[in-house]
């Protein structure tokens, strides 16, 4: 295992819970907040009271404002920040890296305005030589934060990179698989947050349980059909990063997406919803970004379709239902 410190970039609630596992399981670590007053608050209190009040930091954990001294003799750097904020993550980082370090990410969906996964945004902004990586997969920060037991995916190009990623933040609460695949495990991260929305809003209407399995069931079939297409593995979607993200975030109520699909359904606006829950909801630009790519891929995704045109269009959920069950039959696995 590397012993030189991991940066990470972001200190909300999932930043901040991978900043405590890293240095929990023994690399010493820097968490950089641009916000001053959070910054002290954290360094007071250690703890992040704002995002995740009930996990105290360790004493290898260290909060920094000043970027440059948070990067400063790190090889690595982790990016924690919603998707809209990934390009200005990096462009952020750019001045202060050098040629020996490494980029990752726990972001999760496609540009909205370009349709680019993390990587190729990254490829953008920091170059193509760079090694680069992703985490992701069923993980929910109080959990991690609590310190219970969790396993995710890191996936990169560089089998050294995912490994040495894998080893530091692996303990005996919390297992990283690693994987080559990039691409299929950035898009498990995109769609699965529209296909929750869907599955919640079925929820709070009282669709039933047949139905939230349906949508979960045919909607790993879309998000294969559109990862495949981008150049992803298929057995990629059958692990953590694809049914173990999707089934979580579908099925729990620490789902921000989740949690804003219930409130949909009971007829709350979106943007209340969204202002309730005070955190960024993936799910509702990931699911214009989605249409964008799979149109221009031609790929069918009936039930992220329908979350689209419900949360863009004003599609009511029982027409959306009705014209999901009317659609021409066909073969499952077709």
């Known amino acids: ?47 992040n009271a704002r995002y995740l009040p009930d996990a105290n930091f360790p004493e290898a954990l260290h909060i920094e404002s000043s970027l ?41 969906g496609f540009e909205s305005v370009s349709g680019k996964l993390p990587h ?5 902004v920091l170059g193509t030589t760079l090694h680069k990586a992703v985490l992701s997969g069923p993980t929910f920060a109080r959990e991690v934060g609590a310190g219970l037991p969790t396993a995710l995916t890191v996936a990169a190009s560089n089998t050294d990179f995912a490994t040495d990623l894998a080893t530091s933040i692996s303990s005996d609460h919390f297992r990283a698989y690693t994987s080559t695949d990039l691409i299929g495990v950035e898009v498990g991260g995109a769609v699965k947050n529209v296909l929750a929305i869907g599955a919640a809003i079925s929820d709070g209407l009282g669709f039933g349980a047949n139905t939230r399995i349906a949508l979960i069931t045919r909607g790993l079939a879309e998000m294969v059909r559109l990862g495949v297409a981008l150049g992803a593995q298929k057995d990629t979607f059958i692990g953590l990063a694809g049914l173990g993200d999707l089934v979580l975030t579908c099925t729990d109520n620490q789902s921000r ?9 009971s007829g709350v606006p ?6 309730d829950i ?7 630009d990931a699911a214009k970004a989605v249409m964008q790519v799979a149109a221009r891929r031609h ?27 009317s659609r021409s039959l066909k073969a499952e696995t077709a």
Not at 75 to 100: E, W
């Open 257 to 265: 997406n989740r949690r804003f699909g219930l409130a949909f359904a």
């Open 299 to 325: 790929v069918d995704m009936p039930i992220c379709t329908q979350v689209y045109r419900m949360l863009h269009e004003g599609l009511s959920p029982q027409t959306a239902l009705r014209e999901l069950m």
């Open 120 to 124: 190729e945004v990254a490829s953008d």
């Open 68 to 108: 440059a001294t948070a990067m400063s003799g790190c090889r690595d750097v982790l990016i924690s920040v919603p998707s809209h904020g990934f390009r200005n993550a990096l462009t952020s980082i750019k001045p202060h890296m050098r040629s020996d370090m490494r980029v990752a990410w726990a972001t999760k």
């Open 1 to 47: 295992m590397t012993s030189s410190p991991i940066c990470i970039i972001g200190a909300g609630s999932w930043g901040t819970a991978l900043a405590i596992q890293f240095s929990r399981a023994g690399r010493p670590t820097r968490l950089w907040c641009r916000d001053e007053t959070q910054v002290v608050s954290m360094q007071q209190e250690r703890r």
């Open 270 to 275: 979106a943007a209340q919803a969204q202002q």
């Open 278 to 284: 005070g955190q960024v909801v993936e799910g509702v």
